[in-house]
T-cell receptor
Framework: GDSVTQMEGPVTLSEEAFLTINCTYTATGYPSLFWYVQYPGEGLQLLLKATKADDKGSNKGFEATYRKETTSFHLEKGSVQVSDSAVYFCALSANTGNQFYFGTGTSLTVIP | KAGVTQTPRYLIKTRGQQVTLSCSPISGHRSVSWYQQTPGQGLQFLFEYFSETQRNKGNFPGRFSGRQFSNSRSEMNVSTLELGDSALYLC????????????????FGEGSRLTVL
């Protein structure tokens, strides 16, 4: 079945460090891929998405490229800020409805 | 625009009881999905409703059920509660479109935290 595997945390980085959170997927068909973020005290919200192979999603300085050959959708940011501290979830959806498969989440803490 | 509203926010039940959770989607959203979030399993899809019809269903036992009303509000019910049902239950709505490939965005509520004793 469809599934997402993402890097386990927690991850602690200093401000301005480079961030990579790995995400790989297994899916039948041609899924769309997403990163959702949950800031402290807030609900889950969409960070970025890519709907086909080689697409790059980007938002708030974060980027992720849909790599079909490696079934990956790694999240990257060149210079993290304290305000990026949150839990990040990789997700996929492979059907025409809104059935999403989420990874277990990676907690990121950025220290000044 | 009001967000996704879930009630109650917190509740405590004992084994064997049943519980009903409510979700009011964002105005104009017709798709409502439910997820169970636990520390061990993460977010797991329960079911999705669209225009009062169940469109997708996850791998949960029949004790978990849901429905959607004509105003798009949704309820989920868990009968014969077990300790393992303790979790945060999240509701998400999605704007109209041809499906996830067009909108790709779920708008989540803050969840209903269920504790089963």
């Amino acid at each position: 079945g469809d599934s997402v595997t993402q890097m386990e945390g927690p991850v602690t980085l200093s401000e301005e460090a480079f961030l990579t959170i790995n995400c790989t997927y297994t899916a039948t068909g041609y899924p769309s891929l997403f990163w959702y973020v949950q800031y402290p005290g807030e609900g889950l919200q969409l960070l970025l998405k890519a709907t086909k192979a080689d697409d790059k999603g980007s938002n708030k300085g974060f980027e992720a490229t849909y790599r079909k050959e490696t079934t990956s959708f790694h999240l990257e940011k060149g210079s993290v800020q304290v305000s990026d501290s949150a839990v990040y979830f990789c997700a996929l959806s492979a059907n025409t409805g809104n059935q999403f498969y989420f990874g277990t989440g990676t907690s990121l803490t950025v220290i000044p | 625009k009001a967000g996704v509203t879930q009630t109650p926010r917190y509740l405590i039940k004992t084994r064997g009881q049943q519980v009903t959770l409510s979700c009011s989607p964002i105005s104009g959203h017709r798709s409502v999905s439910w997820y169970q979030q636990t520390p061990g399993q993460g977010l797991q899809f329960l079911f999705e409703y669209f225009s009062e019809t169940q469109r997708n269903k996850g791998n949960f036992p029949g004790r978990f059920s849901g429905r959607q009303f004509s105003n798009s509000r949704s309820e989920m019910n868990v009968s014969t509660l077990e300790l393992g049902d303790s979790a945060l239950y999240l509701c998400a709505s999605s704007p109209p479109g041809a499906g996830v490939k067009d909108t790709g965005e779920l708008f989540f509520g803050e969840g209903s935290r269920l504790t089963v004793l």
